[in-house]
């Protein structure tokens, strides 16, 4: 396999892995679950987003816990924004960095932020010149990149031709979205391949769901084809509320796992990740997807049970 050297860990488990928990995480939990993954040296962090609090109430404590992360000035400490006036309150607090998400597909984009995606393109435009003109550094999600719960198939070339109109303006970063789960290792290779190939010097990542239990093929794909960049969530919790099924990012500590036993650098410590996983499954008071939470490293080893005599 042709895989890179090292890998960066995107984490989205304080936002897009809250947003579809039932109980609500107070900011001292927020703090203590971010603590413990700065201890597992995770650089890039997604810690919340400027949504309306009536949609997403996981997010409602989202500045509160910012004023608490700013001294963590060597992480990446991003904020999602769905609009303008997100991007507003996110400079209020003085927060560096925000990721845009919006969807490939027109009707999850209704769904999730009511415009189609031609309006939410025309909306970027002025969020790009704000983040510009207020040295905020901007990133980009396309959500339902691999496929759409209500559409079917995205095709290939309508993901290049937004991927085009976005590189007028200034970003740093454009990630593609398996939003529901729908994405497979050939789909994946494909899209990423050519993506790659177009547009070298850009930084590209990807985002996969595990909802139909490829998300890890689909990392491997996706490397495979030159991207170096993955989100993840601690435990595996998480998912979109606006898209039925849409349960199940892919597991942060399954990840790092899986490419540390390749040979692949990801500079996160797996045994502090594990103790995180665990201390948010306490949290939250009820299991988490993850797997190698429960079954522990490939690595570890039991003693030979006794002998049936």
Known sequence: MNLADTVTIYEVG????????????????????????????????????????????????????????????????????????GLELAKQIEVKSVNYVFSASDTHNEQNVRQTTEQSLENFKY?????????????????????????????????????????????????????????????VYNLTKKVVNEWHNVEFGCHFHNTRGMGLTNILAGLEAGITIFDASLGGIGGCPFAPGATGNVCTEDVVHMLEEMGVDTSINLDDLIAASHRLKELLEHELPGQVAKAGKSSRLYPVPNKIS
């Open 14 to 85: 304080l936002r897009d892995g809250l947003q579809l928990e039932s109980k609500l995480l107070t900011v001292d939990e927020k703090i203590e679950i971010f603590s413990m993954l700065q201890k597992a040296n995770v650089s890039e962090i997604e810690f919340g987003s400027f949504v309306h609090p009536k949609l997403v109430p996981q997010m409602a404590n989202t500045a509160s816990f910012y004023s608490h992360l700013m001294r963590y000035d060597k992480m990446q400490l991003v904020a999602l924004v769905p609009n303008l006036k």
């Open 127 to 187: 969020l790009s010149q704000f983040a510009s003109d207020n040295d905020i550094i901007l990133n980009v999600t396309v959500a339902t990149s691999f496929g759409c719960p209500f559409e079917g198939t995205v095709p290939p070339q309508r993901i290049m031709n937004l991927i085009e109109k976005l590189l007028l303006h200034n970003i740093k970063r454009i990630t593609l979205a398996d939003t529901t789960g729908m994405a497979n290792p050939k789909q």
